[in-house]
């Protein structure tokens, strides 16, 4: 007994289209009339637009059976088609190779961004800088920190931006120290602020308890 598998057989065009749409392809190579072959080749069109009933009808939709009649025609059906033939070569063309933007980065876990606003704020008044480097050194030591696994000290951030800015901002490592600290004291006084306000709302709640208590006590 003869078994016939899909993997013996000859491989698809779209197999989408399952293997008897296939076969009505290859047939029409077989009608020797040019008319009726294209009569023909109209017929699978329809039966191929029957597998999208909603899409059939459309130009845009009947354009793309048209082409797909051809590619699964292996580009060889001689008949009248209402489109422009697709080539082989359309198909097959490559996209442009992307060119990706390449430039050195000294410190890469920082990334290039935080290097474009180091740059951009060496040429702003020396005021300016202090009030905008601040979010800049606690950003720098979070990165570091991530990479490292290890906190950087103030003299350790201070150069990376030394070297960042090309030299253009120099911070001294007790200022960036003081940066740190003011950033931790605002943490702790935040969260300080979270735990009062958790036992204010606790007291209240054990509050209204207590006198509802009292009431039924009554």
């Known amino acids: 007994m003869n078994k016939n598998y899909n993997y013996l057989r000859r491989r ?21 009339d ?12 329809a039966v191929m637009g029957n597998l999208n009933p909603l899409l059939r009808d459309t130009a845009e939709f009947t354009h793309k059976l048209w082409d ?18 697709p080539t082989r070569d359309d198909l097959e063309v490559k996209p442009e190779r992307l060119e990706y933007p390449q430039s050195d980065i000294s410190h890469k876990h920082y990334g290039k961004n935080i290097t474009r606003v180091i740059n951009r704020l060496k040429y702003d008044k020396p005021e300016a800088v202090e009030a ?15 990479y490292n696994q290890e906190h950087p000290t103030p003299d350790m951030i201070a150069n990376d931006i030394r070297i960042l800015s090309e030299g253009g901002i120099n911070l001294d490592g007790e200022w960036i120290k003081k940066v740190e600290m003011g950033h931790k004291s605002a943490s702790a006084h935040q969260k300080n602020g979270k735990h009062q306000q958790r036992n204010s709302r606790q007291a209240q709640k054990g509050g209204r308890k ?9």
Do not use: W
């Open 132 to 146: 905008e480097m601040g979010d800049v050194v606690r950003y720098l030591h979070g990165k570091s920190m991530e």
């Open 34 to 45: 040019r008319e009726e072959r294209t009569r023909q080749a109209k017929a699978v069109i």
């Open 68 to 85: 797909h009649l051809f590619i699964m025609s292996d580009f060889r059906l001689d008949v009248e088609s209402p489109y422009p033939l």
């Open 210 to 218: 207590n006198g509802q208590r009292h009431n039924t006590q009554k």
């Open 12 to 32: 698809l065009m779209i197999p989408e289209y399952g293997r008897h749409i296939q076969e009505m392809i290859d047939s029409l190579f077989e009608i020797e």
